[in-house]
């Protein structure tokens, strides 16, 4: 709510058309799959339940993304479909706001079935003996050990 004066006056966005539980909960699937997936494109932006730039954006890389992964080939075809449907039609925002339900779930559906992109395991550091350095300098101390066991012995005799 943004106060003018005496009165609230609810929060619009750019349709006048206010927030969305729906919506809201499809911003919040969105971050879930953008961050499992490490795709910044699938992020939705603030989860806030209008539907901007960042949300449409997000949906179609969304849909995009997770419908080969998906299990069956009628909700395959389904979200093909509206991965078609979005960018060619007039009225994006609310196709997204009557469907946000339905692709809340097909995302939900996709989650379950990815796996996480793990980032690959840190590289142990290499033991100081195994380096190039540590090579020649262990070469230099036995040769130097060598010598003193020698003269030592040159020494008794």
């Known amino acids: 709510m943004i106060f003018h004066g005496a009165f609230p ?78 960018p060619l039609s007039s009225d994006v925002d609310g196709l997204i706001r009557k469907n946000a339900a339905m692709i809340t779930s097909a995302i939900n559906i996709a989650l379950a079935t990815i796996t996480p992109v793990n980032p690959p395991p840190p590289v142990a550091p290499t033991p100081w003996w195994q380096s190039t350095i540590g090579r020649g300098a262990l070469l230099a101390f036995a040769g130097i050990l060598t010598l003193t066991f020698v003269m030592h012995r040159r020494r008794v005799e």
């Open 9 to 86: 006056l609810p929060l619009t966005g750019l349709g006048g058309l206010p927030p969305s539980a729906d919506v809201k909960q499809l911003q919040h699937t969105l971050k879930q799959l953008s961050a499992l997936a490490a795709d910044p494109s699938i992020d939705p932006g603030a989860e806030d339940g209008l539907v901007g730039e960042h949300t449409r954006t997000a949906v179609a890389a969304a849909l995009r993304f997770i419908a080969p992964r998906l299990p069956s080939k009628p909700v395959q075809v389904a979200v093909t479909g509206l991965s078609v449907a979005l």
